[in-house]
């Protein structure tokens, strides 16, 4: 029936019933009506005659257009539920501008504003609903409590009636229903990945005092993408000590069944005992003595050293830096001795468009900014110390020089560690020249005539040689595989850094990374031979005393080498580098020459995703540790690791279906550790 002309009616009273989703009321010369949107039959649509008899017919319509009609029998009592929970709840009563609620529409991000969508087969369901709140919960990291909150549930009810929102503890298990399912494609993932994995090993707290242990995996993978994926986020007993690390990595590993796979751990503190790595190894030939294991490379995370170089030289500087907050708060304490300074300031012939500022103690970059400002105006404070005789934070000469010097190491550390964490895509390469840069500075640093500062140099220079002695092999082999740099860029730092002994230093470097390439070959050569075990990217160690030719592969790769062409290596470094450009994107170009350096790519696959720093994105400059926050702290610690992993691989799929060509790292929820 046409019902064109009629004029749909701007009621002045709300229409609560869940039916008026699926009719229109018009208003005719001889009544009111009721239009079903779905084969326009026209039913009585007065005030007076309720809607029992457009709910029958709803009913009859909704079967034969095969919708569900389960929420529509169950909606009379759910909102009679609803009204006795919300009686207090006041919420806005204005007339609607379209009556007509639309169905929950799944959300496309490339479907344009002006596209017609079509609502003819869309139907409300409570299960996918649910799904997608539990997915929702997870993905922006909310409580688990918000679905308890009152103010949720107002806006739920006024968005689809027709939802029930669940308690808590079901939303709990919808989480993990959601993290068991996403754990398997993980793991089904990693079980098919050719390459090996990095594990970086994170050390978290709550305020508390509670441990964690979070183990990140980090990978290229097929299509020469890096990637990184949280493993276990571990809550430690309260009775742990740091030589039980190892248990817990490996059980976790076996968990993942990637022990054979592991290339390269990562701890973030330079403290942590040798002998942890040594287990893993002991423990990885133990439970599997015919498995690929290989060297495993023991690295240290960057920035984390020079976070605590740096504190070395805020701790030295203490004094002096108290000082200056003292003169910056008496200069801004009130309008009339800020006026003073900057006329004494106008008067030195200060021309600095920078304002003093004080800093935030648990930032040290802004301790760094506000040392730089205070600098500048250093002949305005010794000004004011002769004008002033209630300015007592004046420094001497002698202060002013320290805090000039240790200011501009400041600076190298500020400028690193904005490198380290501003790359979207840090691979293994970009570490090397930075850190050889921070080691020619601390020589130099060593120099100087002051005795603090060359004892506070010597000092952060024995604390950095622990981590070079550590990390400068997997450095320099991940330079060498930058086509821009190969060896060249050894040894243009190591001539500085090491002088007469620098040649002796750099055929180490190239005895290491020919040694590492050798057993790469052997692997492919038994991946011909259909004798390497599937997903090593190394050859088996058997640990079998029996197996008296287990050095015959070995011997065979040596000596069939000088019988053929040069290897994929000695081509790559025998080639002409590759001209620097600042658009260069090194997985790209070994993706492209992978058919030419079949071996090489796959050791430069592993060693270039190596993470040579973990760093926190939101504060690369924290003075603190990685603190969880009181929310996720609360949890039990299944829930907790759930949702933290869940949070994690979904926030990589939300950000590959936006942006495919992205990199991301998401980590758990982090607040500032003072």
Known sequence: ????????????????????????????????????????????????????????????????????????????????????????????????????????????????????????????????????????????????????????????????????????????????EIYGKEKR????????????????????????????????????????????????????????????????????????DIDCKLFALTFDDCSIDDDIVHKIKERISQNRPHSSNGQLFDVCSAAHVLKSIVQDALEALHDVTEKIRGSIRYVKSSQLTQGKFNEIAQQVDINSQKGLVLDCPTRWNSTYFMLETALEYRNAFSALQDLDSEYSSALTETEWDWASSITGYLQLFVEITNVFSGNKCPTANVYFPEICDVHIQLINW?????????????????????????????????????????????????????????????????????????????????????????????????NDSRDKLKGFDKFLHETSQSQNAASDLDKYLEEPIFPRNCEFNILNWWKVHTPRYPILSMMARDVLGTPMSTVVPESPFSTGGRLLDSCQSSLNPDTRQ????????LRIESTDELNPSSNHYSLPLYIEAN
């Open 446 to 542: 060593c120099k100087s005539p002051d005795e603090f500062l060359s004892s506070l140099a010597l000092k952060m220079k024995s604390k950095f040689e622990k981590y070079w002695s550590k990390c400068s092999l997997a450095l320099a082999m991940a330079a060498i595989l930058d086509p821009r740099f190969k060896m060249k860029l050894v040894e243009y730092y190591y001539f500085q850094i090491y002088g007469s002994t620098a040649l002796e230093r750099i055929k180490e470097v190239s005895d290491g990374i020919k040694e590492l390439f050798n057993a790469y070959a052997i692997c492919s050569t038994m991946v011909d031979q259909g004798s390497a075990l599937p997903g090593s990217s190394l050859p088996s160690a058997s």
């Open 1 to 176: 029936m046409e019902v064109s002309n009629d004029i749909v009616t701007k009621k002045s009273k709300r229409l609560t019933s869940v039916v008026w989703n699926h009719f229109e009321r018009v208003r005719k010369a001889d009544g009111c009506y009721a239009v079903c949107v779905h084969c326009n039959k026209k039913l009585s649509g007065s005030s007076n005659s309720g809607t029992t008899h457009l709910r029958n017919h709803l009913m009859r319509c909704l079967k034969r257009s095969n919708f569900d009609v389960s929420q529509l029998v169950s909606a009379k009592r759910r909102k009679k539920d609803s009204n006795e929970t919300l009686t207090n709840i006041s919420y806005d009563e204005a007339p609607r501008k379209d009556e007509y609620i639309k169905p929950i529409m799944k959300y496309e991000p490339d479907q344009r504003k002006d596209e017609v969508i079509s609502l003819a087969n869309s139907r409300f369901d409570q299960e996918r609903s649910q799904l997608d709140l539990a997915r929702m919960i997870i993905l922006h990291g909310y409580p688990l409590a918000m679905v308890e909150h009152v103010g949720f549930k107002v806006f739920v009810k006024n968005l689809q009636p027709m939802f029930e929102v669940v308690p808590n503890a079901v939303i709990e298990i919808t989480c993990m």
């Open 185 to 256: 494609r993980v793991y089904d993932l990693l079980s098919k990945l050719h390459g090996r994995i990095n594990l970086a090993v994170e050390m978290w707290s709550s305020t508390e005092n509670a441990e964690y242990l979070c183990l990140i995996a980090h990978y290229i993978d097929e299509d020469w993408r890096l990637q990184k994926k949280i493993l276990n986020f571990v809550t430690l007993d309260s009775s742990h000590t740091e030589d039980m690390l190892s248990e817990v990595i490996m059980r976790c590993l076996i968990e993942w």
């Open 642 to 649: 759930a949702l933290i992993c869940a949070r994690d691989w």
